[in-house]
C-alpha cells in the first residue's frame, strides 16, 4: 500500500499549533486601513475619490488603448515586471494601438536602467533591446502608492483623457491572491488593494468617462481565475484573462499577443484574450528569441545552454494554469451555481467535504498547515457527482460544467494540475471558514461582496459549517450587469444574510473518526544498511490521506525533530477529471504497511548542507507524480534585512523545479516565483515537536534551521545520507475530509 521510492521525501500535513491567522499578506488584519471603512462595514462599493463627469474626446474606430499598470515596487518582481515592459517595446505602440504604462519599481532591488525607483508614465514605443526602456517618458510622479485606489483611478482617468479609443484594455500586474485581491506597495506603504477596492475604482472611472465597459481587464497576477473576481469584473468589461494558479517568473507573452493586436486592430476583445492565453509560456520573448533565451537559461539552469524554445517552455508549463472568459457570461455561470447550492443540503455533507478535500487545489496564500482553499470549479463539480451520488446534484453539476463552457473562451494548464478547468473558487475548511468570516478580520463577503450579493455559495458555506437556514431569495444577479457599474452598490445586506449567527457553534462535516491500531514492526532495532516493516490497522470513517511519519528525538533537547512524512496508496484509486485521489475502503478495518530505510536528508548548494523536511504538496498515483514543498527564509543578496517566505517546489526524483517568494508572514499573502540570482541565500525552517509543560501536551513550532544556504547559478540539490543514530518514532497518520490529523500511531525503533 506504500510508494516505493528509493529514498523518499516528505513532510507533515499535521493540523499544528501555529494555524494562529494572520492574514493574507497581512491583509485581513489591516483590512480598514486599505480599505474605506465606510464600504468595509456596509458594502458599499463606491469610492469617495469620484471626482463627477469628465470630458473624453472622439474616437475613431478599431482604435485601441492598452493600459499597463506595473506595479514592480517589490524585490521579487521587479526585473520581471521590467522586462514585461521591455517586452511590449519589442511591439510598441501604432496609431491604432497605443500603449501605456505606469511602472512602479522598488529601491534595493534590480539596479538596470539607471536603477531609478520613482513611479514612471511611458507612451510606449517601439525598441529591440529588452534590459533598457526607450519609450517615451511621459512623466515621473516621484514614489506613489500604487496598492492605492487613487493611483489607479487617476492612471486610467489620464490615460482615457489622454488617448480616446474605440476599445479600451487594463492589466494589472503585480502580486494576486484571488478574491483578497493584491497589488501590494511593501515600501514605505505596507498596503493591498483588495477586491472592493478594485471594483469601486472601476465603477468610478467607468461612471465618470462614460466610456461604457473595458473591452479586456487582464490580471497578470498569481491566482485572480476565481469565481469570485469574475464577478467583480462582470459589469465592467467583456472580457478578461486570469490563473487559478501562480505565473511564473516570466509573465505573460506580451510581445506575442500585442503583435496581433496591433497586426489586427479589428480584431474582437474575445480574440484578444484567447491571444493571450494561446502565447502564454509558448511565445514568450524571453523563450523564442534566442539571444533572450540563453540569457534566461543562464539565470535558471545549471546547465541546458542548447535547451530549444519549445524545450524550455514544456519545462516551465508544468504547473500553470491561464484562461481566457466572456464576462457576459458569468451571470448564467452564478445562476448555474445557485441551482447546485439549492440542491447541496439534501446531500450527504461529508461527501461534500470529501470532494472538498480531493478537488484540484491552488498555492495557498494563507498560513501553512491550512489546507488548500482555492478549488477548481469545474472539477469539484466533477467530484460532487461522483462522491455524493444524488440525482439532483449530478444534474446541477452538469449545469455549472455547461455555464463554464459557455464563460470560458480558452483554457491552457500544465501536467501536474490534471484537474484545472480554468475557473477557481473559494471552499475553506471549518477553521479557515471561522477565521475568514470575522469581521474583525475584513470578512471573505466584504471583500467580495458583488459576489457575495450575486451567489448563494457564501449562503452554503453558513449552512455547511453552522447549520444556517439559507434564504434562497437573497441573491441578485443584476449586480453583474453592465448597468451597475453606473450605479452606487450597497451590498450589505447580502453580506449579513450569510454572515454566522452570533455565538454559533462551527461544525465540521469532514471531520473524520478514525482509529489505528497498535504499531508493529518486524524489528525494533536495525543498522542503517537495514530496513524495518511497520504495520498497522486502520478503520474510520471520513479518511482523506494516510501518511507514513519518522520522529527522531533529539535527546539534549528533549525534542523531537520531524524527518520524513510521506502519502501512502490505497489499494484502490479514483480518477476524476485526470486527477487521481486514494479510495479507503471505510466499511471495514485494513492494513497499511511502510518499509522503513534509515535515511535523512539535506539540501545541498553545492558547498554548504542544511537538513530539510519537505511536505507532499500533490497526490500523484506513483512516486514520481507527487509534487513536494520546502519551505524557509529567502534573503535577496543574502541581506536578512529583506528576508521573505520563501518555497522550492521539487518533483518525486526531488529536483528543483521551481522558487516562490510570499509577500507576507509565515507562509501567507501573494505567492510569485522568483529567479534566483548568485549571492542569494535560502534558510529552510525546520519542523520541531517540543514538550509544553504548562499544557502538558506535545506542541509542534517551526525553528529556521543553522545553515543558509547561498545560490551559486545551479539549482539546490537533496541529498539522501544514513540516519542518525539514536531513537525514532516511525508511525502511521490520518487526516480527515476537513484537512485535521486526527489520528496516529507509532512504534520506536532504534538505530545504533
Given at each position: 500500500?506504500?510508494?516505493t521510492h528509493?529514498?523518499?521525501?516528505?513532510?507533515t500535513l499535521?493540523s499544528?499549533a501555529?494555524?494562529?491567522?494572520?492574514?493574507?499578506?497581512g491583509?485581513?488584519?489591516?483590512?480598514?486601513?486599505?480599505?474605506?471603512e465606510?464600504?468595509?462595514?456596509?458594502?458599499?462599493?463606491?469610492?469617495s475619490?469620484s471626482?463627477g463627469?469628465i470630458?473624453v474626446?472622439?474616437?475613431?474606430?478599431d482604435?485601441?488603448?492598452?493600459?499597463?499598470?506595473?506595479?514592480?515596487?517589490?524585490?521579487?518582481l521587479?526585473?520581471?515586471?521590467?522586462?514585461d515592459?521591455?517586452?511590449?517595446?519589442?511591439?510598441?505602440s501604432?496609431?491604432?494601438?497605443?500603449?501605456?504604462s505606469?511602472?512602479?519599481?522598488y529601491?534595493g532591488?534590480?539596479?538596470?536602467?539607471?536603477?531609478?525607483?520613482?513611479?514612471?508614465r511611458?507612451?510606449?514605443?517601439?525598441?529591440?533591446e529588452?534590459?533598457?526602456?526607450?519609450?517615451?517618458?511621459?512623466?515621473d510622479l516621484?514614489?506613489?502608492?500604487?496598492s492605492?485606489?487613487?493611483?489607479?483611478y487617476?492612471?486610467?482617468?489620464?490615460?482615457i483623457q489622454?488617448?480616446?479609443s474605440e476599445?479600451?484594455?487594463?492589466?494589472?500586474s503585480d502580486?494576486g491572491?484571488?478574491?483578497?485581491?493584491?497589488w501590494?506597495?511593501?515600501?514605505?506603504?505596507?498596503?493591498?488593494?483588495?477586491l472592493?477596492?478594485i471594483?469601486?475604482?472601476?465603477?468610478?472611472?467607468?461612471t465618470?468617462?462614460?466610456?461604457?465597459?473595458?473591452e479586456?481587464?487582464?490580471?497578470?497576477a498569481c491566482?485572480?481565475?476565481q469565481?469570485?473576481?469574475?464577478?467583480m469584473?462582470?459589469?465592467f468589461?467583456?472580457?478578461a484573462v486570469?490563473?487559478?494558479?501562480?505565473?511564473?517568473?516570466?509573465?505573460?507573452?506580451?510581445?506575442?499577443?500585442?503583435?496581433?493586436?496591433?497586426?489586427?486592430?479589428?480584431?474582437?476583445?474575445?480574440?484578444?484574450?484567447?491571444?493571450?492565453?494561446?502565447?502564454?509560456?509558448t511565445?514568450?520573448?524571453?523563450?523564442?528569441?534566442?539571444?533572450?533565451?540563453?540569457?534566461?537559461?543562464?539565470e535558471?539552469?545549471?546547465y541546458?545552454?542548447?535547451?530549444?524554445?519549445?524545450?524550455?517552455?514544456?519545462?516551465m508549463?508544468?504547473d500553470?494554469?491561464?484562461?481566457?472568459?466572456?464576462?457576459?457570461?458569468v451571470?448564467a455561470?452564478?445562476d448555474?451555481?445557485?441551482?447546485l447550492?439549492?440542491?447541496?443540503?439534501?446531500?450527504?455533507?461529508?461527501?461534500?467535504?470529501?470532494?472538498?478535500?480531493?478537488?484540484?487545489?491552488?498555492?495557498?496564500?494563507?498560513?501553512?498547515g491550512?489546507?488548500d482553499?482555492?478549488?477548481d470549479?469545474?472539477?469539484f463539480t466533477e467530484?460532487?457527482s461522483?462522491?455524493?451520488g444524488?440525482?439532483?446534484?449530478?444534474?446541477?453539476a452538469?449545469?455549472v460544467s455547461a455555464a463554464?463552457?459557455?464563460?470560458i473562451?480558452?483554457e491552457?494548464?500544465g501536467?501536474?494540475?490534471?484537474?484545472?478547468?480554468?475557473?477557481?473558487f473559494?471552499?475553506?475548511?471549518s477553521?479557515?471558514?471561522?477565521?475568514t468570516?470575522?469581521?474583525?478580520?475584513?470578512?471573505y463577503?466584504?471583500?467580495?461582496n458583488?459576489?457575495?450579493?450575486?451567489?448563494?455559495?457564501?449562503?452554503?458555506?453558513?449552512y455547511?459549517?453552522?447549520?444556517?437556514?439559507?434564504?434562497?431569495?437573497?441573491?441578485?444577479?443584476?449586480?453583474?450587469?453592465?448597468?451597475?457599474?453606473?450605479?452606487?452598490?450597497?451590498f450589505?445586506?447580502?453580506?449579513?444574510?450569510s454572515?454566522?449567527?452570533?455565538?454559533?457553534?462551527?461544525?465540521?462535516?469532514?471531520?473524520?473518526?478514525?482509529?489505528i491500531?497498535?504499531?508493529?514492526?518486524?524489528?525494533?532495532?536495525?543498522?542503517?544498511?537495514?530496513?524495518a516493516?511497520i504495520?498497522?490497522?486502520?478503520?474510520?470513517?471520513?479518511?482523506a490521506?494516510?501518511?507514513?511519519?519518522?520522529?527522531?528525538?533529539?535527546?539534549?533537547y528533549?525534542?523531537?525533530?520531524?524527518?520524513d512524512?510521506?502519502?501512502?496508496?490505497a489499494?484502490?484509486?479514483?480518477?476524476?477529471?485526470?486527477s487521481?485521489?486514494?479510495?479507503?475502503?471505510e466499511?471495514?478495518?485494513?492494513l497499511v504497511?511502510?518499509?522503513w530505510?534509515?535515511?535523512?536528508?539535506y539540501?545541498?548548494?553545492?558547498?554548504?548542507?542544511?537538513?530539510?523536511?519537505?511536505?507532499?504538496?500533490?497526490?500523484?498515483?506513483?512516486?514520481?507524480e507527487?509534487?513536494?514543498t520546502?519551505y524557509?527564509?529567502?534573503?535577496?543578496g543574502g541581506d536578512?534585512?529583506k528576508?521573505?517566505?520563501?518555497?522550492?517546489?521539487?518533483?518525486?526524483?526531488?529536483?528543483?523545479k521551481?522558487?516562490?517568494?510570499f509577500?507576507?508572514?509565515?507562509?501567507?499573502?501573494a505567492?510569485?516565483?522568483?529567479?534566483?540570482?548568485?549571492?542569494?541565500t535560502?534558510?529552510p525552517?525546520?519542523?520541531?515537536?517540543?514538550?509544553?509543560?504548562?499544557?502538558e501536551?506535545?506542541?509542534?513550532?517551526?525553528?529556521?534551521?543553522?545553515?543558509?544556504l547561498?545560490?551559486?547559478?545551479?539549482?539546490f540539490v537533496?541529498l539522501?545520507y544514513?540516519?542518525f543514530?539514536?531513537?525514532?518514532?516511525v508511525g502511521f497518520r490520518?487526516?480527515d475530509?476537513?484537512g485535521?490529523?486526527?489520528?496516529e500511531a507509532?512504534?520506536?525503533?532504534?538505530?545504533?
Open positions: 500500500m506504500k510508494k528509493p529514498h523518499f521525501i516528505s513532510a499535521v499544528i501555529l494555524l494562529l491567522f494572520v492574514g493574507a499578506c491583509f485581513l488584519d489591516n483590512f480598514e486601513e486599505v480599505s474605506d465606510e464600504n468595509a462595514e456596509t458594502g458599499a462599493s463606491s469610492p475619490f471626482q463627469p470630458a474626446g472622439e474616437s475613431e474606430p482604435t485601441w488603448l492598452v493600459m499597463l499598470y506595473q506595479d514592480a515596487d517589490d524585490d521579487t521587479e526585473r520581471d515586471i521590467f522586462l515592459f521591455n517586452e511590449a517595446e519589442i511591439i510598441g501604432t496609431d491604432r494601438v497605443r500603449i501605456v505606469q511602472l512602479d519599481r529601491d532591488s534590480f539596479d538596470g536602467d539607471g536603477d531609478w525607483t520613482s513611479t514612471k511611458f507612451f510606449i514605443e517601439q525598441d529591440y529588452l534590459e533598457t526602456i526607450a519609450s517615451e517618458e511621459l512623466e516621484g514614489e506613489v502608492d500604487m492605492d485606489s487613487q493611483s489607479l487617476d492612471f486610467m482617468i489620464w490615460g489622454s488617448y480616446p476599445h479600451y484594455v487594463l492589466i494589472l502580486h491572491m484571488g478574491w483578497l485581491g493584491g501590494t506597495d511593501p515600501e514605505p506603504y505596507y498596503g493591498e488593494m483588495s472592493s477596492d471594483d469601486g475604482t472601476l465603477s468610478a472611472v467607468l465618470d468617462t462614460g466610456i461604457g465597459q473595458l479586456l481587464l487582464g490580471f497578470d491566482l485572480m481565475a469565481l469570485e473576481t469574475l464577478s469584473a462582470a459589469p468589461g467583456r472580457y486570469a490563473s487559478e494558479e501562480t505565473e511564473p517568473s516570466v509573465g505573460w507573452a506580451y510581445a506575442a499577443f500585442l503583435g496581433e493586436l496591433t497586426s489586427n486592430p479589428s480584431m474582437s476583445g474575445a480574440d484578444l484574450a484567447v491571444s493571450i492565453v494561446d502565447s502564454y509560456i511565445d514568450d520573448y524571453r523563450i523564442t528569441d534566442d539571444e533572450a533565451r540563453i540569457s534566461f537559461i543562464e535558471n539552469y545549471e541546458g545552454e542548447n535547451m530549444s524554445a519549445r524545450e524550455v517552455a514544456e519545462d508549463s508544468g500553470i494554469t491561464l484562461a481566457a472568459f466572456d464576462l457576459s457570461k451571470s455561470l452564478n448555474s451555481v445557485n441551482e447550492v439549492t440542491a447541496l443540503p439534501a446531500a450527504d455533507q461529508s461527501a461534500v467535504a470529501a470532494s472538498r478535500s480531493y478537488a484540484q487545489s491552488f498555492t495557498s496564500v494563507f498560513e501553512k491550512i489546507p482553499s482555492f478549488l470549479l469545474g472539477h467530484l460532487l461522483e462522491e455524493t444524488d440525482a439532483d446534484v449530478v444534474n446541477a452538469k449545469k463554464l463552457s459557455q464563460t473562451l480558452a491552457k494548464h501536467d501536474l494540475l490534471p484537474g484545472a478547468t480554468g475557473l477557481a473559494y471552499f475553506p475548511n477553521e479557515l471558514y471561522e477565521m468570516t470575522d469581521e474583525d478580520f475584513g470578512s463577503t466584504s471583500i467580495a458583488r459576489f457575495a450579493a450575486a451567489s448563494l455559495w457564501d449562503d452554503f458555506l453558513a455547511h459549517y453552522t447549520g444556517k437556514e439559507m434564504d434562497l431569495a437573497a441573491v441578485d444577479l443584476a449586480v453583474l450587469d453592465p448597468i451597475a457599474a453606473t450605479q452606487s452598490q450597497d450589505s445586506e447580502a453580506i449579513a444574510a454572515a454566522p449567527e452570533e455565538g454559533v457553534e462551527f461544525e465540521s462535516p469532514g471531520r473524520g473518526e478514525i482509529s491500531s497498535e504499531v508493529t514492526s518486524t524489528a525494533y532495532e536495525i543498522n542503517v544498511d537495514e530496513s516493516t504495520s498497522a490497522y486502520v478503520s474510520g470513517t471520513n479518511i490521506y494516510l501518511y507514513y511519519y519518522v520522529n527522531y528525538y533529539a535527546e539534549e528533549d525534542s523531537f525533530l520531524m524527518a512524512v510521506g502519502y501512502l496508496n489499494d484502490s484509486m479514483k480518477e476524476v477529471g485526470g487521481i485521489y486514494p479510495d479507503w475502503d466499511g471495514e478495518e485494513f504497511e511502510y518499509n530505510l534509515p535515511t535523512v536528508y539540501l545541498s548548494d553545492g558547498e554548504k548542507e542544511a537538513f530539510v523536511y519537505l511536505e507532499p504538496e500533490l497526490y500523484g498515483e506513483t512516486y514520481e507527487d509534487v513536494y520546502l524557509g527564509l529567502y534573503a535577496p536578512t534585512d528576508e521573505q517566505e520563501a518555497m522550492i517546489r521539487f518533483d518525486g526524483n526531488f529536483e528543483m521551481s522558487f516562490w517568494v509577500t507576507g508572514e509565515d507562509g501567507t499573502g505567492p510569485r516565483e522568483a529567479t534566483l540570482e548568485n549571492g542569494d535560502f534558510t525552517w525546520e519542523l520541531w515537536q517540543d514538550y509544553n509543560v504548562d499544557t501536551e506535545w506542541e509542534y513550532a517551526y525553528y529556521l534551521g543553522e545553515a543558509a547561498t545560490y551559486t547559478g545551479g539549482p537533496i539522501a544514513d540516519a543514530s539514536g531513537v525514532y518514532e490520518a487526516e475530509y476537513d485535521n490529523i486526527v489520528a507509532y512504534q520506536e525503533i532504534t538505530v545504533p
